[in-house]
């Protein structure tokens, strides 16, 4: 069974510094794999997702993420964040695209001025 | 454009009573999904739809729970006799299936139930 574990419940950070939120998963086959945020009172938003191809995925506000198939990684990173990247992260991995998601619990990220 | 909508946003029931949760997905999206959230925890999958058939519902956690799409479209996740533990955030999401497009799960804004 797909499992995914966020290792860091609360990531705090001040604003332009760089931030990674951690992710890994398991599986016994391959997968497909999305990082999701949802900012306070709003529901959850698609941030970037890992298909195939280049192991490296970019989203359109600086966010990155990176599939690491040895180490079942798909840790998040920003070099430098903004008061407005202050929300919830999950991780989220699926066995079959378009099928069901596997969340993690979540990184709350706080960036402090 | 329209997203996925959810009603009630909130909902307070007392022990035993039934509740009906409704979802509106996105308009034309073939696949329909119910999660559960319950505090400090990231979702978890109950049921998937495609169109009106229920294609999985290994999620759901007790015969207490049933979920339908009668006509492929809104659905409704129903809780009977409800228990504290059914206390949680119940989330709906929508999508075209694997190779029709952009296959994203869109979600809804979650119904927080809270059960007393």
């Known amino acids: 069974a797909q499992s995914v574990t966020q290792l860091d419940s609360q990531v705090p950070v001040f604003e332009e510094a760089p931030v990674e939120l951690r992710c890994n998963y398991s599986s016994s086959v391959s997968v497909y794999l999305f990082w999701y945020v949802q900012y306070p009172n709003q529901g959850l938003q698609l941030l970037l997702k890992y298909l195939s191809g280049s192991t490296l995925v970019e989203s359109i506000n600086g966010f990155e993420a990176e599939f690491n198939k040895s180490q079942t990684s798909f840790h998040l990173r920003k070099p430098s964040v903004h008061i407005s990247d202050t929300a919830e992260y999950f991780c989220a991995v699926s066995e079959v695209y378009g099928n069901k998601l596997v969340f993690g619990a979540g990184t709350i990220l706080r960036v402090k001025s | ?116």
């Open chain 2, 1 to 116: 454009g329209a997203g996925v909508s959810q009603s009630p946003r909130y909902k307070v029931a007392k022990r035993g009573q039934d509740v009906a949760l409704r979802c509106d997905p996105i308009s034309g999206h073939v696949s329909l999904f119910w999660y559960q959230q319950a505090l400090g925890q990231g979702p978890e999958f109950l049921t998937y739809f495609q169109n009106e058939a229920q294609l999985d519902k290994s999620g759901l956690p007790s015969d207490r729970f049933f979920a339908e799409r009668p006509e492929g479209s809104v659905s409704t996740l129903k809780i009977q006799r409800t228990q504290q533990e059914d206390s949680a955030v119940y989330l709906c999401a929508s999508s075209q299936p694997a190779g029709q497009g952009v296959e994203e799960q869109y979600f809804g804004p979650g119904t927080r139930l809270t059960v007393t």
